[in-house]
Nanobody, 122 residues
């Protein structure tokens, strides 16, 4: 795969996790990127996205104020800081990279990771 997620795990409600997305063959600062999630039996849901220039950052209403998407270009890594987690945040989380921000927001970008599982217990 071109991008690889990590950082998932089991956390109690109210806790925090930080997910990472990195790549060995892509320079992620050249790409618009997004985080998505999919819970069992549910459709994949967009969570957050940022364009390659970091001038546009958007969040789903369900995570706004709790989650933060940001990059560390020196580490070639995209992060998703997740605070105040609830059981409704339980899902497989995926990273997506594409040169087009529109494609990332539409979930039709070029490079998907395999996902990292986040489980929030009540």
């Amino acid at each position: 795969e071109q991008v690889v997620e990590s950082g998932g795990g089991l956390v109690q409600a109210g806790g925090s996790l930080r997910l990472s997305c990195t790549a060995s063959e892509l320079t992620l600062s050249d790409y618009s990127m997004g985080w998505f999630r999919q819970a069992p039996g549910k459709e994949r849901e967009w969570v957050a996205a940022t364009d390659w220039r970091n001038t546009t950052t958007t969040y789903a209403d369900s995570v706004k104020g709790r989650f933060t998407i940001y990059r560390d270009n020196a580490k070639n890594t995209l992060y998703l800081q997740m605070n105040s987690l609830t059981p409704e945040d339980t899902a497989m989380y995926y990273c997506l990279a594409d040169r087009s921000y529109i494609k990332v927001r539409a979930a039709v970008g070029a490079y998907w990771g395999q996902g990292t599982q986040v489980t929030v217990s009540s």
